[in-house]
């Protein structure tokens, strides 16, 4: 472990954690819309979307969720699944996958390396389960910083998608 995850650990979500992650969205969505982007996330706190509050709580109860803590305190989220969103324009894999519904950390602790501690525990928890492909996707737009997140690492870029007018990225991950 290095000096920037130190003292994080990650353990199993529950619905408790919720509030939590709804939270850390909200502040995403205030940090991104601070910085000129209104296309990713939207202008609207994530807890106050139709069916954002609904979404977690399903992420929270139906998936495999996990929580980054420091001291006891939720600083990061992983949601897991057998597959992509119905929601989103994305075939499922021709093999078994397993794939990152939900990545966030608390923007007032980025650079920290909350997330990618997080993916790594995704690495794991895919070879855990005997299998060999992990996916996400994520917002292609702005710069393609989010992209050069992922691939930094150790996903590689496969399939561009629309969905409506968000441009996505499909990203994959070998596991052995």
């Known amino acids: 472990m290095d000096d920037l995850t130190e003292g994080l650990r990650i353990r199993p979500g529950a619905l408790t954690d919720a509030p939590a992650v709804l939270d850390m969205l909200d502040g995403a969505v205030a940090w991104m819309n601070a910085r000129g982007n209104t296309e990713q996330w939207g202008t609207i706190p ?15 109860t139906e998936n495999a ?4 803590e420091r001291d006891g305190t939720p600083v990061g989220a992983l949601v897991l699944d ?20 939900l990545l966030i950390s608390d923007r007032r602790r980025a650079g920290q390396g909350i997330g990618a501690a997080l993916l790594a525990h995704a690495v794991e928890e895919t070879r855990r389960a005997g299998v060999e ?38 990203l994959a991950r070998r596991v052995r």
């Open 133 to 170: 492909l992990l996916r996400v996707d994520c917002w292609a737009g702005g710069g393609g910083e989010l992209v050069a997140f992922y691939e930094r690492n150790g996903f590689t870029p496969t399939d561009r998608f629309l969905s409506g007018t968000w441009p996505g990225q499909v």
């Open 82 to 101: 057998s597959g992509p969103s119905p929601q989103m324009p994305i075939a499922p894999a021709d093999e078994p996958e397993v794939y990152v519904r």
């Open 65 to 68: 969720p996990y929580v980054a």
């Open 46 to 60: 994530y807890s106050r979307r139709p069916d954002g509050v609904e979404r977690i709580e399903r992420y929270m």
